[in-house]
């Protein structure tokens, strides 16, 4: 595989864009394609919902939930579901196979004009492509049940782009209540034109289905009481079902001085979950009016969530280019376009049972997201680059509250209502890149605001739709020497300081069992990386980050969010002592991946435990097999993946109830040991013998 990584993509680049070429390291072990963020530094993902539920990500000083920070997006298309009853801007990218994952551009922060809602700590688009070309089966079998067959073709005649593939995963999980089973397939055909002027397009199909088990949270005490184990659960109702279809259609015209590029996309998604993180605590036994015992004592905490939802819309772009002032000069246009239509609801249930027992809301929506950008791309000296521009987005929501009462104090009433409310958002950016001689070092400074659409169940008829916005500066330093993966020894080092104000951000809220607002914050944040290849057999990345987050109001840390993320990613591979089977060549790899997270804050100012996560892989390459051996947690470490300072009542409805709170954590997995048998089949029905490049000879 070529490997180029975090490589500057272009002059004026904020210096914190990380353009993340998968390449060598694709042989650290990594669970999902959610993992692959951790290759940008100030990225820590967890995913304390079972394997079917989407990753909590941190990014930049943000505790960005499962998606309300960061847009998500796929070849352009926004993975964000809007008014999603679990988080508003929630993303799921577990439709997306690993193995297809060809590069992850990561933008911490808001700096681009393309960059649309939740952009608020940054963005981060996954594009897909297999570089080993040919026909291949795995299956992994390994810890704790867990079974995963995958098939993969790529026709060695067509591009990286063209391929299908499919997955087949089921596990029993590391301990009660964390089973989980899933599907995915996906088809892409890419045409490439031979002349770079000429149409060229892609045509992209996933279905996606899951259906999980979810462990929830631990209460410390009863841990350390010997009441609970690290591992158990207080509610065996808790999971989730997940499907999904996205198709999606690419075109691109037109010589590299006046380019055509849009994506149109279609997608259908269906979301349940339930989950229960107090137990018997806030169910405040009161009919719609407050004044009517509907029970005589607590019926439960769980709460079911739904999702049904419809998305179509397109995007687009047109870049002009033209000598001026003796360097080149561009100008880009674009568009989005994004209407969601569905429902969402969010119930109470019974425990034992599961049966619901009380409407939190319930709505239907219509959401209509329509977006313009301007961005100029400008050089006026040869050492002097400037890309700014602005970016206006106009949301129309419209919801349906379907959970009225049927009557109030002046008598009997429909038991829905409808709200209608529009706003616009304005958002400039900039960034100034100023290259020092011809050492390879540039400076970059950037300026950007960023936007969050208003979840549409908040808002009142007839409301200027409001929107959280965000502030970041950034000024940072990038140096490069050599050409990744390509030259004898290449080296890229980035590094820089920000400073971001949210206007109104977001913090868990364990009774909702989703993220609520909490008013203004301050982050300032420092990020560094540095990448190593030594040809094409090392391959070797360090990520570092500081990050220190507060509320404005009252100068608290926010909770959650980690001050420190460390990360160590390395491969090597190549021939072993020039042995070979037949004419193929024996290969060996062998990748290591090593997190490190201190203790993060906690509300009222209490401090979680440190994370120290090793993940070990190595694989090698006989004839038309591969074998490969994984472990994951490597060094069997007990780790607590989310913890969080709250008050709950697990004993039972009896139980009096008590406002103190105390520590919760949802247990990070053990020692996880998977084996891994691929068989290249058209490499062995044809006698090929391929490099690593996916090249017949």
């Known amino acids: 595989d ?7 993509r272009a002059q004026a680049t904020p210096a914190t864009v990380f353009e993340v070429e998968i390449g060598q390291l694709d042989v650290v072990p990594r669970k999902d394609a959610s993992e692959h963020l951790q290759l940008a530094p100030g990225v820590f993902t967890v995913n304390a919902g079972g394997e079917g539920h989407a990753h909590g990500t941190f990014m930049r000083g943000f505790a960005a939930g499962e998606g309300q920070d960061i847009e998500y997006l796929l070849h352009q298309v926004p993975l964000n579901e809007v008014s999603n009853a679990h988080n508003h801007g929630y993303a799921d990218v577990l439709l997306v196979m690993p193995e297809i994952v060809r590069a992850v551009q990561v933008t911490e922060g808001p700096f681009d004009p393309t960059q649309g809602d939740f952009a608020f700590a940054g963005s981060a688009e996954y594009r897909l492509g297999v570089a080993q070309r040919g026909s291949r089966i795995s299956q992994t079998v390994g810890s704790f049940g867990t079974q995963r067959t995958v098939g993969l073709f790529a026709p060695p005649s067509q591009s990286e782009g063209t391929f299908g593939a499919f997955e087949l995963f089921r596990t029993d999980g590391f301990g009660p209540n964390r089973a989980a089973q899933r599907a995915t397939a996906t088809g892409r055909f890419e045409h490439k034109p031979d002349r770079a002027s000429d149409l060229g397009w892609a045509a992209t199909a996933i279905a996606y289905a899951s259906r999980f088990d979810q462990a929830g949270v631990v209460r410390q005490d009863d841990h350390q009481a010997g009441r609970m184990g690290f591992f158990d659960t207080y509610d065996p109702n808790q999971g989730g079902e997940s499907t999904r279809l996205l198709l999606f259609f690419e075109t691109e015209a037109g010589p590299v001085d006046a380019r055509f590029e849009q994506v149109t996309f279609l997608q259908r998604r269906a979301l349940r979950m339930r989950a229960n993180f107090t137990g018997f605590l806030n169910d405040d036994l009161r009919d719609d009016f407050g004044n009517l015992a509907v029970a005589t004592q607590q019926r439960g905490d769980g709460v079911e969530m739904r999702y049904d939802v419809m998305t179509l819309g397109s995007r687009g772009r047109y870049r002009l280019q033209a000598p001026l002032w003796g360097q080149e000069q561009a100008l880009a246009l674009g568009y989005a376009a994004r209407l969601d239509q569905g429902e969402t609801s969010q119930r109470r249930l019974r425990a034992v049972t599961a049966i619901p027992y009380q409407r939190v809301f319930d709505d239907a929506f219509d959401v209509m997201n329509l977006a313009g950008w301007a961005r100029a791309e400008l050089q006026p000296l040869g050492w002097l680059a400037v890309r700014g521009g602005v970016r206006v987005d106009a949301f129309s929501f419209g919801v349906e509250d379907r959970d009225l009462p049927d009557a109030d104090r002046e008598g009997s009433r429909v038991p829905d209502q409808t709200a209608q409310a529009f706003g616009f958002a304005v958002n400039p950016r900039v960034t100034v890149d100023a290259a020092v001689g011809a050492t390879g070092l540039h400076v970059v400074g950037s300026y950007g605001r960023g936007t969050r659409s208003s979840d549409a169940s908040a808002l009142s008829d007839n409301e200027a739709a409001p929107f959280a916005q965000s502030h970041s500066l950034d000024l940072g330093v990038v140096w490069r020497r050599g050409a990744l993966g390509q030259d004898p020894w290449a080296m890229n080092v980035q590094a820089s300081y920000d400073h971001t104000r949210v206007e109104d951000d977001l913090v868990f809220d364990q009774e909702a069992g989703r993220n609520t607002a909490v008013g203004g914050s301050t982050r300032h944040v ?19 980050s500081w990050a220190e987050a507060s509320l404005d109001l009252t100068g608290e840390r926010l ?3 980690p001050r420190f993320i460390g990360r160590v990613d390395a491969a090597v591979k190549g021939e072993l002592f020039g042995w070979r089977l037949g004419e193929v060549p024996v290969r060996g790899h062998v990748g290591l991946g090593f997190t490190y997270v201190p203790g993060r804050p906690l509300p009222l100012q209490q401090v979680g435990d440190d994370v120290a996560v090793a993940n070990l892989g190595a694989g090698v390459r006989l004839w038309h097999t591969t074998l490969g051996l994984q472990a994951r947690n490597l060094l069997d470490q007990r780790y607590r993946q989310a913890e969080f300072n709250f008050p709950s009542n697990f004993q039972g409805p009896q139980v009096a109830e008590s406002r103190v709170a105390m520590r919760h954590f ?32």
């Open 2 to 8: 070529a490997v180029v990584i975090q490589e500057r």
């Open 526 to 544: 420092l990020l560094a990386t540095g990448r190593l290849t030594l040809g094409r057999w090392f391959d070797g990345l360090l990520n570092l």
């Open 559 to 561: 909770p959650y969010i």
């Open 666 to 697: 949802a247990a990070g997995e053990p020692r996880v040991v998977l084996a891994t048998l691929t068989l290249h089949v058209e490499d062995w029905l044809t006698g090929a013998v391929r490099e690593e490049s996916g090249h017949a000879h």
